[in-house]
């Protein structure tokens, strides 16, 4: 990925309350390219492999619930600095202290229910996106 990809993920609450559209407006006039993107589901036990980092928090069984309680919409974006460039824009995990005009800022209703995923570094990037897109969809 060499430092100009990243992954994303448009989160259950967001993709409830409608707000999937606004999400990849933001992305775009962020100056990020889409490469891969669906709209899918994950299992609980999906959730808890894609969260696997986690699994000693306490908020482990709640994540994985609440990551597989409806439709998600995975990305694979394309910018310089993406990943770096992308928190920023996304803003801090809990969206009290997440700053202003950022997307958590806008549409995340809690620390958990919290609009959006964006990867911390290229490596995981890279395997997130290997979670989700084969090697030709991500081409
Ligand atoms: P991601 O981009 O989703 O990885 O968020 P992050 O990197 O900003 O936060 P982190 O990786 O530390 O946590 C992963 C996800 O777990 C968060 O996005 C939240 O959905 C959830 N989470 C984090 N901290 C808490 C917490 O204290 N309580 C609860 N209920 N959920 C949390
Ligand atoms: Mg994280």
Do not use: W
Not at 44 to 55: D, I, N
Request: glycine share 8%; charged share 25%; proline share 3%.
């Amino acid at each position: 990925m060499a430092g100009n990809r990243t992954f994303t993920m448009i989160k259950p609450d967001a993709v409830g309350a409608n707000n999937t559209g606004a999400i990849i407006k933001m992305i775009e006039e962020a100056g990020f390219r889409i490469v891969a993107m669906k709209m899918t589901k994950m299992s609980g036990e999906r959730a808890g492999q894609f969260y696997a980092v986690h699994k000693e928090r306490p908020f482990y069984a709640d994540l994985c619930a609440y990551m597989s309680s409806g439709h998600i919409v995975p990305m694979v974006l394309e910018k310089e600095n993406a990943v770096a460039d992308f928190r920023t824009l996304i803003g801090a995990t809990n969206p009290k202290e997440a700053a202003e005009g950022t997307i958590r800022s806008l549409f995340a209703t809690s620390i958990e229910a919290n609009a959006i995923h964006g990867s911390d570094s290229d490596e995981n990037a890279s395997l997130e996106a290997g979670f989700f897109f084969s090697e030709t969809e991500r081409f």
